[in-house]
């Protein structure tokens, strides 16, 4: 079946500082995979996309890249600011399906 | 447009009362789905729909039940609350644009609490 993997959170980290939040995925065919996030009290925004394999995804100074020889989507950003503290969810949606299968999500703290 | 919206934003049930979570959307998509959010559980898919007069179950639809009688509402009902179902509910819409790029628009949420 399709799956989604995610680092446990909470990731903290100081303002300015790279992160990385990992993303692992198995599933059949050729699944399209996203980044969500959540900040507090709202609902999901899409972050990022990417389509097939060797797609890099990217917004708002975050990016991700599909690679299919390792089945992952990691998400990164060089620098991050306060008011990137969010939830970030990775998932995946196979070709010809609408419905998004969801990672457990990972909380990310940044402190100034 | 406003999106996907939600009614209400917060309920407080007791064990065993029905009731009946709105999801309205104007941007005339055809695909609108419930899912649940539960801490470390992710989002999970409770029904879906994939256009007017068509439902379908998703990972966890045990106690609750759909319609979809227009494309712009998709509400969700709770026939007899549990505790279990303390949650917070979130609806999506899509409408196709292509073969890989089914972009789910979210709700803002309703949180639950069955005591």
């Known amino acids: 079946g399709n799956s989604v993997t995610q680092m446990e959170g909470p990731v903290t980290l100081s303002e300015e500082a790279f992160l990385t939040i990992n993303c692992t995925y198995t599933a059949t065919g050729y699944p399209s995979l996203f980044w969500y996030v959540q900040y507090p009290g709202e609902g999901l925004q899409l972050l990022l996309k990417?389509?097939?394999?060797?797609d890099k995804g990217s917004n708002k100074g975050f990016e991700a890249t599909y690679r299919k020889e390792t089945t992952s989507f990691h998400l990164e950003k060089g620098s991050v600011q306060v008011s990137d503290s969010a939830v970030y969810f990775c998932?995946?949606?196979?070709?010809?399906?609408?419905?998004?299968?969801f990672g457990t999500g990972t909380r990310l703290l940044v402190s100034p | 447009n406003a999106g996907v919206t939600q009614t209400p934003k917060f309920q407080v049930l007791k064990t065993g009362q029905s009731m009946t979570l709105q999801c309205a959307q104007d941007?005339?998509?055809?695909?609108m789905s419930w899912y649940r959010q539960d801490p470390g559980m992710g989002l999970r898919l409770i029904h879906y729909?994939?256009?007017?007069?068509?439902?379908d179950q998703g990972e966890v639809p045990n106690g609750y039940n759909v319609s979809r009688s227009t494309t712009e509402d998709f509400p969700l009902r709770l026939l007899s609350a549990a505790p279990s179902q303390t949650s917070v509910y979130f609806c999506?819409?899509?409408?196709?644009?292509?073969?890989?790029?089914?972009?789910?628009?979210f709700g803002p949420g309703t949180r639950l609490t069955v005591t």
């Open positions: 999506a819409s899509s409408k196709p644009q292509g073969a890989k790029t089914y972009e789910q628009y």
């Open positions: 998932a995946l949606r196979n070709t010809g399906f609408q419905k998004l299968v």
């Open positions: 729909s994939v256009g007017a007069g068509i439902t």
């Open positions: 941007m005339n998509h055809e695909y």
């Open positions: 990417a389509t097939k394999a060797d």
